[in-house]
T-cell receptor
Framework: DAGVIQSPRHEVTEMGQEVTLRCKPISGHNSLFWYRQTMMRGLELLIYFNNNVPIDDSGMPEDRFSAKMPNASFSTLKIQPSEPRDSAVYFC???????????????FGDGTRLSIL | AQSVTQLDSHVSVSEGTPVLLRCNYSSSYSPSLFWYVQHPNKGLQLLLKYTSAATLVKGINGFEAEFKKSETSFHLTKPSAHMSDAAEYFCVVSDGQAAGNKLTFGGGTRVLVKP
């Protein structure tokens, strides 16, 4: 089975440019998560969706970050304008949420390594 | 609120010797606990999970973990380390309350395996 697919794997761009990261969750999963990983802060949850609806975006750093999930098989994370401090690895994960206490594990993509110069 | 503390940021072992990665958690509810492994330039891969069934949980690649409620611990072990076990390991807790089973991650333990 195909896992969570993220693109691009690597992105290098200049400060001020718009960056769009893409994620295709595992087919049949109904929850999707965006994380950011840095050496200083470890793994941080940015936002998550349940049935395509954003549930908690309290981890989104600021208004420069936005995320969408137009359908069950696709999500984007956009940074506009980008800044050097946004450099990190961004992960997407998905799971099948059967409700409270369903305790299903999250499945992670291989990440997008973003470098803002 | 929930939190996870991984007691060692780095662990170094010789190939063929046991591995112990320590994890303590706190949770307001009966938690679900996971261990994930991350190899360089890869995403996190699930090793094993505890969800209130047996307290000794067996995972992939010979790893296992024991849930001890009295000690609020969920330590990960493997009897004999292999070179391919060199990676970063994350202990993770989910209280299962929120939709989507929001996770809280430990800071990670980087494992070095010496030949």
């Amino acid at each position: 089975d195909a896992g969570v697919i993220q693109s691009p794997r690597h992105e290098v761009t200049e400060m001020g440019q718009e960056v769009t990261l893409r994620c295709k969750p595992i087919s049949g999963h109904n929850s999707l998560f965006w994380y950011r990983q840095t050496m200083m802060r470890g793994l941080e949850l940015l936002i998550y969706f349940n049935n395509n609806v954003p549930i908690d975006d309290s981890g989104m750093p600021e208004d420069r970050f936005s995320a969408k999930m137009p359908n069950a098989s696709f999500s984007t994370l956009k940074i506009q304008p980008s800044e050097p401090r946004d450099s990190a690895v961004y992960f997407c994960a998905s799971t099948l949420d059967r409700g409270a206490y369903s305790n299903q594990p999250q499945h992670f993509g291989d990440g997008t390594r973003l470098s803002i110069l | 609120a929930q939190s996870v503390t991984q007691l060692d940021s780095h662990v170094s072992v010789s190939e063929g010797t046991p591995v112990l990665l320590r994890c303590n958690y706190s949770s307001s509810y009966s938690p679900s606990l996971f261990w994930y492994v991350q190899h360089p330039n890869k995403g996190l891969q699930l090793l094993l999970k505890y969800t209130s069934a047996a307290t000794l949980v067996k995972g992939i690649n010979g790893f296992e973990a024991e849930f001890k409620k009295s000690e609020t611990s969920f330590h990960l072990t493997k009897p004999s380390a292999h070179m391919s076990d060199a990676a970063e390991y994350f202990c993770v807790v989910s209280d299962g309350q929120a939709a989507g089973n929001k996770l809280t991650f430990g800071g990670g333990t980087r494992v070095l395996v010496k030949p």
